[in-house]
T-cell receptor, first 114, second 114 residues
Framework: DTGVSQDPRHKITKRGQNVTFRCDPISEHNRLYWYRQTLGQGPEFLTYFQNEAQLEKSRLLSDRFSAERPKGSFSTLEIQRTEQGDSAMYLC????????????FGPGTRLTVL | AQKVTQAQTEISVVEKEDVTLDCVYETRDTTYYLFWYKQPPSGELVFLIRRNSFDEQNEISGRYSWNFQKSTSSFNFTITASPVVDSAVYFCALGVYNFNKFYFGSGTKLNVKP
């Protein structure tokens, strides 16, 4: 399978715990994006990497959220001290470097904070 | 400000009927791309079509056609509906800032009945 993969697919955690999600993009894609999607809404941009550099972060991304892409390949998104409002689907997408191409999305990680 | 509005929350049509999904966007950028994505019940977003801001030529591709009008900031998408493959949520998206960020609408749920 050469698509975007995400792990885990589902995560249930208790409020206050830390969680980490992983995204493996399509291998030749140097652009990587994280989104959050809540029920009945479209994907909401969180952050963007070009290779290992984090070039854009949403103002919605509080200091409890951090993302890395250490070698320009896979990426991780960590949420510290989770809150019930963090419950959502977290989507990863990758894209080739040339502007004008489409994003390829992974299946997402569904987070439930109890 | 960048924004995408999909005013239609949910539409129901009968198989083989043409249905148009509306998308209105806001941006001050002169260079941008518009996209339509489909999210079937399985959850993974799938790319359908794209158009750049310099190309207002409308096209037909199989059961799909799209109408891009800069004068009204609209990028509407028409499908000749098939129940099995077309029942899904459809998202319109705007790509700006050299594709460092994307903005998605809230989606239109399309129900196609046999």
């Amino acid at each position: 399978d050469t698509g975007v993969s995400q792990d885990p697919r589902h995560k249930i955690t208790k409020r206050g715990q830390n969680v980490t999600f992983r995204c493996d993009p399509i291998s030749e894609h140097n652009r990587l994006y994280w989104y959050r999607q809540t029920l009945g809404q479209g994907p909401e941009f969180l952050t963007y990497f070009q290779n290992e550099a984090q070039l854009e972060k949403s103002r919605l991304l509080s200091d409890r959220f951090s993302a890395e892409r250490p070698k320009g390949s896979f990426s991780t998104l960590e949420i510290q001290r989770t809150e019930q409002g963090d419950s959502a689907m977290y989507l990863c997408a990758s894209m080739v470097g040339l502007a004008g191409h489409e994003q390829f999305f992974g299946p997402g990680t569904r987070l439930t904070v109890l | 400000a960048q924004k995408v509005t999909q005013a239609q929350t949910e539409i129901s049509v009968v198989e083989k009927e043409d249905v148009t999904l509306d998308c209105v966007y806001e941006t001050r950028d002169t260079t941008y791309y518009l996209f339509w994505y489909k999210q079937p019940p399985s959850g993974e977003l799938v790319f359908l079509i794209r158009r750049n801001s310099f190309d207002e030529q409308n096209e037909i591709s199989g059961r799909y056609s799209w109408n891009f009008q800069k004068s009204t900031s609209s990028f509407n998408f028409t499908i000749t509906a098939s129940p099995v493959v077309d029942s899904a949520v459809y998202f319109c998206a705007l790509g700006v800032y050299n594709f460092n960020k994307f903005y998605f609408g809230s989606g239109t749920k399309l129900n196609v009945k046999p």
